[in-house]
């Protein structure tokens, strides 16, 4: 498999594990659940390692290329939009600003739950910020 890729089990285990957090954290009222993927996705951001899609790759029983693949970049600018949002929520919560922390939190479980059901919220705004920034620079 190309290495701009990911299979797209370990993008939906990284998907799911946002979708439980967030419900874990509304469940119980416990912030501290939205620091598994924030953790893990900082990782993944900073040095290049996604304790969750590691896991998850040791249960993949295919060759790489025989998955669906997700292209690495858009992945990158997903968990991007992922980080900020569950540092927002969390933040916000340390400083009980709740709503502000509601409101982000439902952000990040929405675009996780609209991915897993088929329609990418980070592949679309990205496409627009290409399309915004092309139309800028008269291109």
């Known amino acids: ?9 370990m993008v939906r285990a990284n ?12 469940i119980f009222n416990q912030h501290l659940f939205l620091l598994i993927p924030l953790l893990s996705g900082l990782s993944s951001l900073l040095f290049n ?3 969750i ?9 295919k060759p790489f290329d025989q ?13 991007t939009l992922a980080v900020s949002m569950l540092s927002i929520s969390y933040l916000s919560s340390l400083a ?11 952000m990040v479980f929405m675009a996780s739950a609209i991915a897993i059901a088929g329609f990418c919220l980070g592949c679309y705004i990205r496409f627009q910020y290409t399309l915004y920034k092309q139309s800028k620079s008269g291109n």
Do not use: C, G
């Open 1 to 9: 498999m190309n290495s701009n890729m990911i299979p797209r089990p």
């Open 15 to 26: 998907q799911w594990s946002i979708v439980i957090s967030v419900l874990l954290t509304w």
């Open 49 to 51: 390692f996604h304790p």
């Open 53 to 61: 899609m590691a896991i998850a790759k040791k249960f993949l029983t």
């Open 67 to 79: 998955y669906i693949p997700e292209d690495k970049d858009q992945q990158r600018f997903n968990q």
């Open 96 to 106: 009980n600003y709740t709503i502000l922390s509601y409101v982000f939190s439902v």
